[in-house]
T-cell receptor, first 116, second 113 residues
């Protein structure tokens, strides 16, 4: 059964710092991996999607990498800003024996606070 | 363009009552997903529709939960005989295909008293 873990659960950094959020998954036979942002009381906003054949994706100050063989992904945020404060969720679809439905298995998230 | 919308945004009901939660996906998206999120947790998969059919309902917790998508667009999640443990945020997502980015709605916050 696929399990997704995110460490740390919470992170507080001063504005301007570069930071890395970690995600690990137990079954490397994934179809893709997505990173989401969730603001308090809101739905999820998709940040980046990495297909299983890709190694990384970039969008603005965000860069996500994928190492399928080791079951790991990182989300790198450059020059953090107070507006980046939110919970970041990692999710994978697929896994050995799973049908290709695209259903996502989520980690518990990392809550980020960027202090001005 | 319009994103995924969900109604109602909040629902308070009494134990034992029946509730319906509605999801309007992005136009043209054939894949639709329902998830449930408890406080402090990541969302958990409930059911996946490809077009009008439920292609994977393995996440539904029991037979009190049922979902439909009769015309391949709007979906309704139905919960019978609600229990206090059903209290959560119910999220809907849609995507062009089941291999692409899922776009989430704002969720329905269900509170069962």
């Amino acid at each position: 059964k696929q399990e997704v873990t995110q460490i740390p659960a919470a992170l507080s950094v001063p504005e301007g710092e570069n930071l890395v959020l970690n995600c690990s998954f137990t079954d490397s036979a994934i179809y893709n991996l997505q990173w989401f942002r969730q603001d308090p009381g809101k739905g999820l906003t998709s940040l980046l999607l990495i297909q299983s054949s890709q190694r990384e994706q970039t969008s603005g100050r965000l860069n996500a990498s994928l190492d399928k063989s080791s079951g790991r992904s990182t989300l790198y945020i450059a020059a953090s800003q107070p507006g980046d404060s939110a919970t970041y969720l990692c999710a994978v679809s697929g896994g050995e024996g799973s049908s290709n439905t695209g259903k996502l298995i989520f980690g518990q998230g990392t809550t980020l606070q960027v202090k001005p | 363009g319009a994103g995924v919308s969900q109604t109602p945004s909040n629902k308070v009901t009494e134990k034992g009552k029946y509730v319906e939660l509605r999801c309007d996906p992005i136009s043209g998206h054939t894949a639709l997903y329902w998830y449930r999120q408890s406080l402090g947790q990541g969302p958990e998969f409930l059911i996946y529709f490809q077009g009008t059919g439920a292609a994977d309902d393995s996440g539904l917790p029991n037979d009190r939960f049922f979902a439909v998508r009769p015309e391949g667009s709007v979906s309704t999640l139905k919960i019978q005989r609600t229990e206090r443990g059903d209290s959560a945020v119910y999220l809907c997502a849609s995507s062009l295909t089941n291999r692409e980015t899922q776009y989430f709605g704002p969720g329905t916050r269900l509170l069962v008293l």
